[in-house]
Nanobody
Framework: QVQLVESGGGLVQAGGSLGLSCTAAGNSASIGTMAWFRQAPEKQRELVAS???????TIGDSVQGRFTISRDNAKNTVYLQMNRLKPGDTGVYFC?????????????????WGQGTQVIVSS
């Protein structure tokens, strides 16, 4: 279905900043909510932030005040700006999108996951 291409992960020192981006490829898709999840080693995946097509955002408590999520609907891209990073923010960050895929016989509801991008915050 729709492929998600993530970029921006890497190694950063505590207190630093890092920006992630995720682009949904598929010109026949109508993208709805876009979100970022993360998963630390041997821990469960958690929601970091999400944003609706209208721009309404939800930020996880653990990153409140430090992370911001935004999107560019014209580019089908969602961004995650991470500031004042902590070692606890280390993990694999996954992009997730929901939407409707328009095909020849109608439309289909879908959701897609990115491959994940590694974020390592050193102390």
């Amino acid at each position: 279905q729709v492929q998600l291409v993530e970029s921006g992960g890497g190694l950063v020192q505590a207190g630093g900043s890092l920006g992630l981006s995720c682009t949904a490829a598929g010109n026949s898709a109508s993208i709805g909510t876009m979100a970022w999840f993360r998963q630390a080693p041997e821990k469960q995946r958690e929601l970091v932030a999400s944003i609706t097509v209208r721009g309404e955002s939800t930020i996880g408590d653990s990153v409140q005040g430090r992370f911001t999520i935004s999107r560019d609907n014209a580019k089908n891209t969602v961004y995650l700006q991470m500031n004042r990073l902590k070692p606890g923010d280390t993990g694999v960050y996954f992009c997730h999108v929901e939407g409707v895929l328009m095909i020849d016989t109608g439309s289909k509801i879908f959701d897609s996951w990115g491959q994940g991008t590694q974020v390592i915050v050193s102390s």
